[in-house]
């Protein structure tokens, strides 16, 4: 293996959408953050009975899904050593391009106020210029065919490969890509599924998708050695 390519797909983080911006939920939490309705991010924990009726409601409004796997994926020796490229590909058909310098806020609601700044302005940049984060509307398709990796990984409990040596022999050689789950519930969908070149297990049942990002990260760094 040459580099890994870490993709948290289905991702669970938009801003609010325009059905439900005037909900009482909503505009009360839009309010004390002193912002326009669809300046937030969607957020379960604020949010729930104004999401009961959208369309897969239960695998949106976790940004902090998507905030606990980038910290583990930029603080490990994998991507401190150059050797991991991160992408997360949302729900609703964006893709984050995350600079492996960042250096994200460790307080969720500060991490909070920078996604929804990277929805409004498209990019975040740093006071010397460099992109730190860039949002483009593309789709996970079209993020795979551009960095054509030489193998797509998908994280599942629903897979034939199971455990860490059956998954560790996937990492041999060239720039594989692992994809994770950004969501908290639910199944992917058919079109994420049909990307895959293979699927893998790393135990019996679901776990969390930072335990899952902590697990591939150490993996791939012992392939490494």
């Known amino acids: 293996m040459d580099k890994l390519i870490l993709v948290l797909v289905e991702t669970a983080v938009e801003t609010v959408p325009p ?22 991010l969607l957020d379960r924990s604020y949010h ?6 959208l369309p897969e409601a239960e695998k949106r409004g976790r940004p902090d899904i998507l ?13 401190l050593n150059g050797l991991l490229e991160t992408y997360a590909a949302t ?5 984050v391009h995350v600079n492996p310098a960042v250096r994200l806020p460790r307080v969720y609601e500060r991490f909070k106020g920078l996604m929804e700044k990277l929805f409004e302005d498209m990019e975040v940049v740093s006071s010397s210029g460099e992109t730190l984060l860039r949002l483009e509307r593309a789709s996970l398709r079209s993020l795979v065919e551009r960095l054509t ?3 797509k990984i998908l994280m599942t409990e629903k897979a034939d490969t199971r455990g860490h040596t059956g998954f560790a022999s996937l990492l041999t050689a060239g720039k594989p890509m692992v994809m994770v789950g950004g969501f908290p519930h639910g199944d992917f969908r058919k079109e994420t599924e049909e990307l895959a070149d293979v699927k893998v297990a790393l135990a019996q049942r679901p776990l969390e998708a930072w335990t899952v990002v902590s697990r591939v990260l150490c993996l791939a760094e012992w392939m490494l050695r």
């Open 91 to 95: 729900l609703n058909g964006y893709v």
């Open 149 to 151: 990796p030489s193998r």
């Open 19 to 40: 059905e439900i911006q005037r909900h009482p939920a909503v505009l009360k939490h839009a309010e004390r953050r002193g912002k326009h309705p669809s300046k937030i």
């Open 67 to 79: 905030h606990f796997c980038l910290l583990e994926a930029l603080g490990s020796p994998l991507n």
């Open 48 to 53: 729930h009975w104004a999401m009961k009726n």
